[in-house]
């Protein structure tokens, strides 16, 4: 366990290191409404965090400074994705809300210099503890629940829910399956390589851990074509899957946007 963490001004005596409570502190605390995406630039002013959101050339996508007791937020607006930035941001305040310490110190300069990922599955630490942190402030657990109560997990439901929450549909996905009851796998691939993964609690243990789409799948079968799959379409489990289902039988579904050969799969039974 870490230290007990410096409590910050106007969030009470309780300040703890864990990073899901502490962003439901901050919400309760700031009375941010719901939709928190829009509250981030009044979360800092209310804390006197300076923030800036540029497009600077190098290749971090957020830093927090640090500056005796002043802290500040750079949010690189080079890779031009509004969704991102927000995560981007409400990272940034993890690592200023949980207290963690600068990693760099450069010219006099101290802070902390972000690669934000939010579907890396290696991310350890403080990173880790960050996204946490941003995925609880931007998609609090009691309102997305609500809205994802009794839906199907699909295409549409990730696109409107990401538009709701304005986080980037990876993010809402990944939330969606963090949260869902149901199994349910979402994977993210690029030119065919899965990049990432996630599935849900009741589908652990299930997912085949492959490098690659499987062949023999609607889901190679859309990438190497570049097409867009209207609907669930039922597929052999043993061909994405390590343990056998109920009658084998899963739905598959694949979209991508092939400009950057960049797809998503979400995998149900
Ligand atoms: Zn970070």
């Known amino acids: 366990m870490k230290p007990h963490a410096t409590s910050k001004k106007c969030l009470g005596m309780i300040a703890m290191a864990d990073p899901i409570a502490k962003a439901k502190q901050v919400l309760s605390d700031k009375k941010v409404g719901d939709i928190p995406a829009l509250s981030l630039g009044a979360i800092s002013d209310s804390e006197g965090v300076k923030y800036k959101q540029k497009a600077y050339p190098d290749k971090w996508d957020g830093m927090l400074v640090f500056n005796g007791a002043q802290r500040g937020i750079l949010v690189n607006t080079r890779i031009d994705n509004p969704a991102r930035h927000k995560f981007t941001f409400a990272h940034e305040l993890g690592h200023y809300f949980l207290d963690h310490p600068p990693s760099?110190?450069?010219?006099?300069?101290?802070?902390?210099?972000?690669?934000?990922?939010?579907?890396?599955?290696?991310?350890?630490?403080?990173?880790?503890?960050?996204?946490?942190?941003?995925?609880?402030?931007?998609?609090?657990?009691?309102?997305?629940?609500?809205?994802?109560?009794?839906?199907?997990?699909?295409?549409?439901?990730?696109?409107?829910?990401?538009?709701?929450?304005?986080?980037?549909?990876?993010?809402?996905?990944?939330?969606?399956?963090?949260?869902?009851?149901?199994?349910?796998?979402?994977?993210?691939?690029?030119?065919?390589?899965?990049?990432?993964?996630?599935?849900?609690?009741?589908?652990?243990?299930?997912?085949?851990?492959?490098?690659?789409?499987?062949?023999?799948?609607?889901?190679?079968?859309?990438?190497?074509?570049?097409?867009?799959?209207?609907?669930?379409?039922?597929?052999?489990?043993?061909?994405?899957?390590?343990?056998?289902?109920?009658?084998?039988?899963?739905y598959e579904c694949t979209r991508g946007s092939y400009a950057d050969g960049s797809a998503m799969t979400i995998l149900k039974w």
């Not at 960050?130 to 402030?137: K, Q």
């Open 104 to 250: 760099f110190s450069k010219d006099g300069q101290l802070g902390i210099e972000c690669n934000v990922s939010e579907t890396s599955m290696e991310q350890k630490g403080r990173e880790a503890e960050a996204n946490r942190f941003a995925v609880e402030l931007l998609m609090p657990q009691d309102r997305f629940l609500l809205l994802m109560l009794g839906a199907e997990i699909d295409f549409a439901l990730i696109a409107g829910l990401a538009i709701e929450f304005m986080v980037s549909k990876q993010a809402c996905s990944y939330r969606l399956v963090e949260l869902t009851q149901k199994p349910c796998i979402v994977v993210f691939s690029k030119h065919g390589k899965i990049t990432s993964y996630k599935a849900s609690r009741a589908a652990k243990g299930f997912w085949g851990g492959y490098a690659s789409l499987p062949n023999e799948t609607v889901a190679h079968e859309m990438i190497i074509n570049k097409k867009q799959q209207s609907n669930f379409a039922e597929c052999d489990s043993r061909k994405w899957l390590l343990r056998t289902v109920p009658e084998q039988k899963i």
